[in-house]
C-alpha cells in the first residue's frame, strides 16, 4: 500500500506538535521547525504546470500560498512562532509521482537542501520555494 497525502499530512501534523512541545524545554537545543502539509508545493507550482500548463521552470504562483504564513494561519496550524523567519527550518512534503521525498530551507545556514531516498533532485521545487522566500 502507497502512502497517501492524507497520511504525509498527519505525520507533518505529529512533528510540528513535537516542535511545539520540543520548544518548552530549551534545553534540548532542538530547532524550531515549521512543517507545512503536501499541499503548500502543489499550490505554490504544480497546479500553474498542470492547469495553466506552464514549463517546470517557469511555473510558480505565490498568490496561491501568501496568506499560508500569516500569523493567524500559522497559529491555526499549530506553528508556535508568528513568522517563518523567526525559525530555523522549514520543511515541505514533495510528491514525485511514485515515492514522498522533501525539500529544507535552512534558514540558518542560508541554503535548500532537498532529500530522496532515491538520491534524486528536484529543482522545480527548490527553485520555487526560494522564489518564495
Known amino acids: 500500500q502507497w502512502l497517501n ?70 497559529a491555526n496550524a499549530g506553528q508556535a512562532s508568528d513568522s517563518v523567519l523567526k525559525l530555523d527550518r522549514i520543511i515541505v512534503p514533495v510528491h514525485e509521482g511514485s515515492h514522498w521525498t522533501a525539500a529544507m530551507v535552512d534558514l540558518n545556514n542560508k541554503c535548500f537542501v532537498f532529500f530522496d531516498s532515491f538520491h534524486g533532485h528536484n529543482r522545480a521545487a527548490l527553485s520555487a520555494l526560494r522564489r518564495w522566500l
Open 5 to 74: 497525502d492524507e497520511v504525509i499530512n498527519m505525520y507533518m501534523a505529529l512533528l510540528l506538535d513535537r516542535d511545539r512541545a520540543m520548544r518548552q524545554h530549551p534545553e534540548l537545543c532542538a530547532p524550531k521547525c515549521h512543517f507545512f502539509n503536501t499541499f503548500f508545493l502543489n499550490k505554490l507550482y504544480k497546479d500553474a504546470v498542470e492547469k495553466q500548463h506552464m514549463p517546470v521552470d517557469q511555473a510558480y504562483n505565490y498568490q496561491n500560498v501568501r496568506r499560508w504564513t500569516t500569523p493567524k494561519k500559522l
